[in-house]
C-alpha cells in the first residue's frame, strides 16, 4: 500500500471571488480567514459579529498533486477523507467525485479513473451550512430549542451542533477540510476490519476473540499475524489464514493485569498488532492498545426501584466527573498537548468518567488513548442535542446509520469506553405523541434511539452498554425524566429552575449526568476579550460573552444569597468562581453521601469552547476556575463532609469511600468562633468501609450556639492518617455573608524554590480565612491546592507551578494572597500583595 499525504498547504476563495488565500489543511475556513488577517479575532469583544458573512458564503479548497505513474498501477486509488464539514462537493481534475454531508464520517472515494500521471488539481467546495439549514426549516419546521444563542436549524445537518452557537458557545458556523486527507494506492489485500471480544469468564485468564476481515482479491494464500505485547514484552501471537477474506482466532492471556478507573488501581494497555501478508510480503497492518477489563452499565431492581451504576471487573464504582464539550469553537486547534493537559486536570482532581455530549463531537483518538492512560471512562453521547431530527427521512437515516457504524468501530476498543448514549435531551420535552410543529412522535424517536443505534452497538461493538438518552428514565412514563427511583437525571433545578442550594440535598436520584451552576473566568482571561472600558458584569461585551439569558443576572442573584456585595469588577469575577464552586461542592457531596443509592455524579461542564462565562471548571485558556480546585477535594476518593443543622445544633459527620478497601482514621474536630479561636475540641478513631457511606460521629453544639451565635462558629473537620491529614472540610451554619469573619486574618507567607522550578508556598494566619488562593499577577500557574481554609495556627503548604519558568525575585514580587474577605472591603486591588497579606520575605 502507498500513501500520498494531502494535508498542510491549500488556497481556499470564497465561491464567486477570484482571490485565493493560504488555507491550512487539517483546519477551517475562519482560522485560515484569521491567519490572512481578513477577519478579527471572533473572540474578542463582539466582533463574532462582523464575522456572520463567513457562515453565509460558500467556499472553495484546492490544490495541486503531482501522481507518479506507478502510484496509477494500483488496483485501487482512493482518495479518504477522514473529516469533511460538511456540504461538500469534490472534485478530481474539474470532475465531481462526491458530494458529501456528514462531518462525522470517513469518505473513501475512488479517484483511480479520474487522476492522470503527474499534475492533477484537487477541489472541495463547501455549501453554507446555515443557509442550507434555514432552507430546509422553511419547507418543515424542526422543532427544538432554539434562542438568541443559535443561529440556523443545526437537527438538519450531521455537523457539530454547537457550531450553530449554544448557551456556552460562539455563533461561528464554519466549514473545511477538519481532519487528514490522503490518497491511498492498493493493491491485493487490505485490513478492512479488527474486532477484538474479551472473554473474562475464564478466571485466571482472559480469552480475546479475534474476527479480521479483508477487502481486495489476493492471489495466493493470505496469512494474518498477531501480536500482543504489553509494555513491549510479548504475551501471545497467533498466525491464522485469510480464508474468504476473512480470519478468527484466539489469544489466551495468562495472569492478565487488569484495567482500572483512576484511583481504584492501574491502567495497564496492551498493545494488539495485526499484519497481513502474502509470500511473506507485508501488505497492510493495523494496532490498537486495549485494555482488559469488564466495564457495564448494570440495572437491576433494588430497594429504591433500579439501580443506574457502572461496574467495572465485577465491582461497581461511583462515577465523578464532569460533562466534556469541545475543546475549542474551531477543533483544528485543539492539538494532543491541548487534549492531555484538561484530560490530566480531570485525573488531578479525582474525576473517573467524563460525558462525551451529544451537541459535539466523536472526539479525535488522542482524546480516547488519553482517557485509557488517565483511567477516565467515557460515557459517549452519540451527535445529537437539543432539537428533534428528520428520522422519517430515509436518507438522514441511511447517513446516521454510516455515521453510527464507523464511529461505534472506530472507538470500541478503548478500555475507557464506558457506555452508548444515544442523544442528548432529547426526551426531556422534545418528543411527544405525533409530529406537530411543537414536537416529534415516539414513533419516530424509537426508529432511531430505540431500535436503529442500539443495533448498531450490539452488532459493532457487543460489549458496550446502550443508554438511549440522557436523561432518561426507564419506569413508567418515559418522559418522566426526573424519577429519583430509576434511570439518569439532568439536575437543573439550582440555576435554570432557580432553587436555592439547598435543594440539591432533597435529591435522591440515582445518577446525576448534568447540574451545573456558572461563572466568569478569572480577570486575565476576561482581558483578552475585553477593553478597560467593557469590565463591568452588566457591559454590553460582558453579556455578549455570555449565552445563558439569564447568565450575569442570575450568578448575581445567587451571589447576594450568599455573599457580600463584591466591592469592584474583579472581585465579582473571583466571588461568582467561589460560588459556583460552593455550589457543586454542595451538590457533590450531598450525592457521594446518598451511595450506594446514588452511583454517579457528573457536572456540566469541564471546559470551554472560547473565553466566555460559563458552566466550566477550566476555562478556555486552560485556568483552573475555583471549582476545579475545589472538585479535587469533593471527588477525594475518602470524603469527609458534614450535615449541619442549626436548629438542632446537629452535625453529622460522614466518611464517603470509593475504595476497593477499608481505612482506618482518626477524625478530629475543632470547633471555634469566626475568628478561629477554639472553643472546643475532639478526636475519635473511625473506620472507612470500602466503598460505602458511613456516619462516624454526630457533634452537639447547640449550646456553643446558644453562646456564641450561628454567625460566629465554624467546625474544622480533619482525618489523619500515618501522621498527615487526609482529608478536610469546613462547616458553618451561617450564609458567608454573615459570618463575623476578623477582616484582616493577615496571612503570612513564605516562599521556598524547589529543584524542578516549582515553588513551595506556606501559609499561616492569625485568624480564620476562609477560601484564601495565590496568584502570581503577571503569569500563569497551577497550584497543588487553592480556595482553602486557614485556622490559626495551621500551616498549609502549597506548592505552586508556573506555566513558564520564573525566578525567585519576579516569583515573589508577583504573588498575591487573597482570601473572602478581600472580596468586599473598599480598598482596591493591589497588584501584588493586599491589605490582608504580607508578601514573602
Ligand atoms: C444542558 C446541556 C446543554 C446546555 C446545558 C446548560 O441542557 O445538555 O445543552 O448547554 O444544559 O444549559
Known sequence: MQKIHLNGRWRARRVGSRSYLDATVPGCIHTDLLDAGLIGDPFYRDQELD??????????????????AAFLRHERVLLVCHGLDTLATVRVNGKTVAQTDNMFRIYELDVRPHLREGKNVLSITFASALKYTEVKDRERRLPGWYSDAKVGVHGYIRKEQCNFGWDWGIRAVTCGIWRDIELIGCSGSRIEDVKISQDHSRGSSVLLHLAVASDGAQNGPVRVQTRLTLEGREVARIDLPLVSGHAQGELRVPRPRLWWPNDLGDQPLYLVEVVLTADGERLDSWSKRIGLRTLELERKADAWGESFQFVINGRPFFAKGANWIPADAFNNRTGPERYRDLVASASEAHMNMLRVWGGGLYEEEVFYDLCDEYGICVWQDFMFACTTYPTYDAAFMANVEEEAKENVRRLRHHACLALWCGNNELEQGLVGPRWTDETMSWKDYSRLFDDLLPAIVREQDGATSYWPGSPHSPCGDRSDHRNPECGDAHLWDVWHGMKPFEWYRTCGHRFNSEFGFQSFPEPKTVETYTEASDRNVTSYVMEHHQRSGI??????????????????????????????GMAIKYAVEHWRRSMPRGMGTLYWQLNDTWPVASWSSIDYFHRWKALHYMARRFFEPCLLSAVEDAETGEVEVHVTSDLLEARSWELRWIVTDAAGKTLMAGKKAVRVPKSSDRVVTTLKLLKLIDVHGIRNLLVWLEAWEGGGCVAENLVMFARPKHLDLDQNPAIDLSVKRNRNGSYEVALKSKSAALWVWLELAAADARMSDSFIHLRPGRIKRISVTPREPIDLRAFEKQLVVRSLVDLSRSA????????????AR
Open 51 to 68: 464575522a456572520y458573512w463567513v457562515a453565509m458564503s460558500d467556499w472553495e479548497f484546492t490544490r495541486e498533486l503531482t501522481v507518479p
Open 551 to 580: 447568565g450575569n443576572r442570575t450568578i448575581i442573584h445567587y451571589m447576594l444569597d450568599w455573599f457580600r456585595l463584591p466591592t469592584g469588577f474583579e472581585e465579582t469575577v473571583w466571588t461568582s468562581q467561589i460560588l459556583q
Open 828 to 839: 482596591p486591588r493591589k497588584t501584588s500583595g493586599t491589605t490582608s497579606a504580607r508578601r
